[in-house]
Nanobody
Framework: QVQVVESGGGLVQAGGSLRLSCAAS????????MGWYRQAPGKQRDMVAG???????NYADSVKGRFTISRDNAKNTVYLQMNSLKPEDTAVYYC??????????????WGQGTQVTVSS
């Protein structure tokens, strides 16, 4: 069984910073990529940032230059450093892990989400 758990959300003023963490654990054979998505009330879930096993990253245009994704392969953990936060960054942030489990089945796993609220 695989678990994906996020942490690090909270309330911050505009212009501030937060760091999210996400750890995958359990019966994992390999992790292909991990990423962050967010969903604001009444909106669809959108990709924020992603990172492959070899470190290739991609970002949504709205966060380029402000957010940085990184990972620690040894810990099966991905981080999202969020700087210069804006009220429009307010959302529930979800971690996604594209991984192959111990039964050699490849699929996506999602965390439970962590709330990020940016006040103006």
């Amino acid at each position: 069984q695989v678990q994906v758990v996020e942490s690090g959300g909270g309330l911050v003023q505009a212009g501030g910073s937060l760091r999210l963490s996400c750890a995958a654990s359990g019966s994992i054979f390999s992790i292909n990529a991990m990423g962050w998505y967010r969903q604001a009330p009444g909106k669809q879930r959108d990709m924020v940032a992603g990172i492959t096993h070899d470190g290739t990253t991609n970002y949504a245009d709205s966060v380029k230059g402000r957010f940085t994704i990184s990972r620690d392969n040894a810990k099966n953990t991905v981080y999202l450093q969020m700087n210069s936060l804006k009220p429009e960054d307010t959302a529930v942030y979800y971690c996604n892990a594209d991984l192959t489990d111990g039964f050699l089945t490849r699929r996506d796993y999602w965390g439970q989400g962590t709330q990020v609220t940016v006040s103006s």
